[in-house]
């Protein structure tokens, strides 16, 4: 039980890497503040969590609103009494070649992915400077490297990188850590559902030492990691929970 008393918000966490997150940190002893806009999904979250013994509450609001991500935020403090650990996972991604991509599709992805992000860390970490002590673990991927039909989803998630790197100098004073996990090709639904799935999980893993996709509780096992006191003097990093492919 090494997050017993502490509360978690994990956004995107209906489904994928973030509900495998907000399950893993619940074992864990965390109180889950469970996000995400599909209500049926977060609900179902919300529920394994409370039969696995913890609490939990949902929150469906888009965070690509500042508005929003402020109450998703000032929601886990009414509810529990504080924030201590954000995990910033929401995303999404619109794969195609630069000269097919229009506004809508770019502004789409780097509102969720980076400008969602920005709320949430503004909001989350005005809350951890009084208490002296916060966790936030931001979600970028290996594709801020640079990936062919990814230039919005490259960019936002490199956006990330220096967003964790900047927050890791202003927020280390006060007891905060702020680190990113850039996770490779991990088995979600997301990735299944793509209409390219095979021909991108056959050419990734030529490139990919482990030979073989990785698994949503892989990455939530990282993530527990940073959301521990055991990484107290872990921060500014990237951790690539990636098979080896980089």
């Given amino acids: ?60 609001v888009d965070i690509t609103k500042m508005d929003n991500a402020k109450k998703l935020i000032d929601t886990g403090v009414e509810k529990f009494g504080q924030i201590d650990i954000l995990v910033n996972n929401a995303g999404l991604n619109r794969d195609m070649l630069i000269k097919d991509m229009t506004e809508k599709d770019w502004d789409d992805v780097v509102d969720l992915d980076l400008k969602a992000t920005f709320f949430c860390c503004k909001f989350a970490s005005q809350y951890m400077v009084e208490r002296k002590y916060g ?54 639904d997301l990735l299944k559902s793509h209409p390219k799935y095979d021909q991108m999980v056959e050419r990734a893993l030529k490139n990919t030492p482990m030979r073989r996709v990785g698994q949503p509780r892989e990455v939530a096992n990282v993530i527990l990691f940073l959301a521990t006191d055991e990484s107290s003097y872990v921060t500014g990093n990237i951790i690539y929970p990636s098979g080896g492919r980089f």
Wanted: net charge positive; glycine share 12%; aromatic share 2%.
């Fill in 1 to 60: 039980m090494r997050l017993r008393d502490r509360v978690a918000v994990i956004t995107g966490s209906g489904r994928g890497i973030g509900a495998a997150t907000a399950i893993r940190l619940a074992e864990e002893g965390a109180k889950i503040v469970v996000n995400d806009i599909n209500e049926e999904n977060a609900n179902k979250v919300v529920d394994e969590i409370k039969s696995k013994g913890s609490d939990a509450v949902g929150v469906i």
């Fill in 135 to 188: 966790k936030i673990i931001n979600i970028s991927s290996r594709a801020w490297l640079g990936n062919p039909g990814q230039a919005n989803y490259s960019a936002a998630k490199a956006g990330v990188i220096g967003l964790t790197k900047a927050l890791c100098m202003e927020l280390g004073r006060y007891n905060i850590t702020v680190n990113a996990v850039a996770p490779g090709m991990i088995e979600t």
